[in-house]
């Protein structure tokens, strides 16, 4: 994978046992805490994610020196370690936006994940997401 710097991407993963992994409040926040600290860090500057119960969407664009697949790593090696256990399928699959791609179009499609999935009835009845533009 090739990244560049203020690159938009578009990461999705998957855990081992994706029926139960994040079906908790511990274990969804412990992946939006994760999230939350790669931005501090300077890492990423987050657009949007959803924590399903059984995957990751999330939309960022890497900062200056932030390599994706470290990015990736390191989320899922920290909430791995705060869980206790290992967690994560290999890898992830990543979508690179073009420039003239529309983030909030995507941004929306990410977040109305657990309408589509049948978790809420409207999204402000369902907690493990942000966005930058959008409110519940």
Request: contains cysteine.
């Amino acid at each position: 994978r090739v990244s560049l710097p203020r690159q938009r991407c578009h990461p999705t993963t998957t855990p081992i046992r994706p029926q139960f992994a994040f079906s908790t409040l511990c274990s969804s926040s412990s992946l939006r805490k994760a999230l939350r600290e790669a931005q501090v860090r300077g890492e990423v500057t987050t657009l949007a994610f959803v924590v399903m119960p059984d995957h990751l969407h999330w939309l960022m664009q890497l900062e200056v020196g932030a390599e994706l697949s470290n990015v990736v790593g390191a989320i899922k090696a920290v909430t791995a370690h705060r869980l206790g256990k290992r967690i994560w399928q290999g890898g992830f699959h990543d979508h690179a936006l073009r420039q003239e791609e529309d983030l909030m179009k995507i941004a929306r499609y990410i977040v109305a994940n657990p309408l589509r999935a049948g978790l809420a009835g409207r999204l402000a009845d369902y907690p493990h997401w942000d966005a930058i533009w959008l409110k519940g």
